[in-house]
């Protein structure tokens, strides 16, 4: 049995799509029998597949706030202390290989996989904070080339990290995303009592989830909503879920003035309330810019909902054949493909029952069976090579 390490530090923040695949795919891993899984977040090791750690009672974090100006450079301690930390548990673990799942290891002392999700900080730097795109910049050409393998979401990233950092097409592996089986068709009775809740009926609304960022591209969104005839407005609402991301507070404030009747913005919504509004929907819109791989629409799919999204980047690669897409640059498009649509229940029951035979198709068994395969692969590598060294030495 493999001793695979996973930094699960990302779990310590609110919940993310990094957050969500180190659940899901630790999880999966452990289930095969083939992984022993050690996790690490921040400071603390655990003999266990990664999961939300316990959190501190509100008190005792409001404490701990107010005492971290007196620390001085808490910063470069912090992170000195997290890498000695995390280099120690390393050997005293005797960990086989170590899997970063956030771009960049903290330690290089096991052999490494890294995942890249996506190289959205190159293509739109503005929606990332100045000190990531730094970050990133100035650290993932080196764990590339020090990495024993490479995972990507999506043969879209693999194409993008091989032309953009020239790397031996034998080192970079795609491994689809699953879709967790919570995400599944449900009747009006069962999405009835969280629907409720939103003022929305059950088949009455279009929908789009994301994180609340310019490359989610909502503006032209709501341009096209906009430009639907007035009954179709408001017969089916636009409703808007996601959680506010990078310099967001003009799109939120613009949001909160524009809601009305015909337009919700719900702001973060709970999981339990996510699946409900997902099998609820009419139809699910997502004119993305730019995704590395796009759970939201697979999302969407499982749940029985027909799905309209960009045509851009690794979204058709997902959604293949069972959606239908939009050009995110052209409002007018998009309105003539969301009334075609809200007009033909017969193509819509059409589109769903595809959208859930293609959904079932992204497994986490699926993608942690490819995530072994590479572990294996990149432990053969690490292997050749300490024996080369040993010969040239």
């Known amino acids: 049995m493999l001793k695979v390490a996973f930094n699960a530090t990302q779990l310590l923040s609110p919940a993310t799509g990094i957050?969500?695949?180190?659940?899901?795919?630790?999880?999966?891993?452990?289930?095969?029998?083939?992984?022993?899984p050690f996790s690490f977040y921040r400071y603390r090791w655990r003999h266990e597949a990664p999961a939300p750690p316990f959190e501190a009672p509100p008190a005792m974090r409001v404490l701990a706030d107010r005492?971290?100006?007196?620390?001085?450079?808490?910063?470069?301690?912090?992170?000195?202390?997290?890498?000695?930390?995390?280099?120690?548990?390393?050997?005293?673990?005797?960990?086989d290989l170590y899997h970063e799942p956030n771009y960049?290891?903290?330690?290089?002392?096991?052999?490494?996989?890294?995942?890249?999700?996506?190289?959205?900080?190159?293509?739109?730097?503005?929606?990332?904070?100045?000190?990531?795109?730094?970050?990133?910049?100035?650290?993932?050409?080196?764990?590339i080339d020090r990495a024993q393998a490479i995972l990507v979401d999506s043969d879209f990233i693999r194409h993008e990290v091989l032309t953009t950092f020239g790397v031996d097409t034998q080192r970079v592996h795609t491994a689809h995303l699953g879709v967790s089986p919570d995400f599944q068709p449900r009747s009006a009775d069962a999405t009835e009592p969280w629907l409720t809740r939103f003022g929305l009926k059950h088949g009455s609304y279009i929908l789009t989830v994301g994180t609340l960022e310019p490359r989610k591209n909502l503006r032209h969104m709501l341009a096209a909503f906009a430009l639907l005839p007035a009954r179709l407005r408001e017969r089916f609402p636009l409703v808007i879920a996601g959680a506010r991301g990078w310099r967001s507070s003009s799109l939120v404030t613009h949001l909160r003035r524009i809601s009305t009747r015909d337009v919700r913005f719900l702001g973060h919504v709970d999981r339990e309330s996510l699946l409900r509004l997902y099998s609820g929907a009419t139809l699910f819109a997502f004119p993305?810019?730019?995704?590395?791989?796009?759970?939201?629409?697979?999302?969407?799919?499982?749940?029985?909902t027909p799905v309209l999204v960009s045509d851009r980047?690794?979204?058709?690669?997902?959604?293949?054949?069972a959606g239908a897409t939009m050009n995110?640059?052209?409002?007018?498009?998009?309105?003539?493909?969301?009334?075609?649509?809200?007009?033909?229940?017969?193509?819509?029951?059409?589109?769903?029952?595809?959208?859930?035979?293609?959904a079932a198709r992204f497994t986490w068994d699926a993608c942690a069976a490819v995530t072994l395969s590479v572990y294996r692969t990149a432990l053969e590598r690490a292997s050749t090579s300490a024996v080369l060294l040993r010969e040239s030495a």
């Open 19 to 36: 957050g969500n695949y180190i659940i899901e795919l630790g999880a999966a891993l452990a289930a095969t029998g083939a992984v022993d």
């Open 67 to 95: 005492f971290k100006p007196f620390v001085p450079m808490r910063g470069p301690m912090r992170r000195a202390a997290q890498y000695l930390g995390f280099a120690s548990g390393l050997h005293r673990h005797r960990i």
């Open 104 to 143: 960049i290891p903290l330690s290089y002392d096991a052999p490494v996989v890294i995942t890249i999700h996506d190289l959205s900080w190159i293509r739109f730097p503005n929606a990332h904070p100045p000190d990531r795109v730094a970050w990133l910049e100035r650290s993932l050409p080196r764990a």
């Open 288 to 304: 993305s810019l730019y995704e590395g791989f796009g759970l939201p629409p697979l999302e969407a799919m499982a749940s029985g």
């Open 313 to 321: 980047a690794s979204l058709p690669e997902v959604v293949g054949n």
């Open 328 to 358: 995110p640059d052209d409002p007018e498009q998009t309105t003539a493909m969301l009334e075609a649509i809200l007009d033909d229940d017969s193509r819509r029951a059409a589109m769903a029952r595809s959208g859930v035979e293609r």
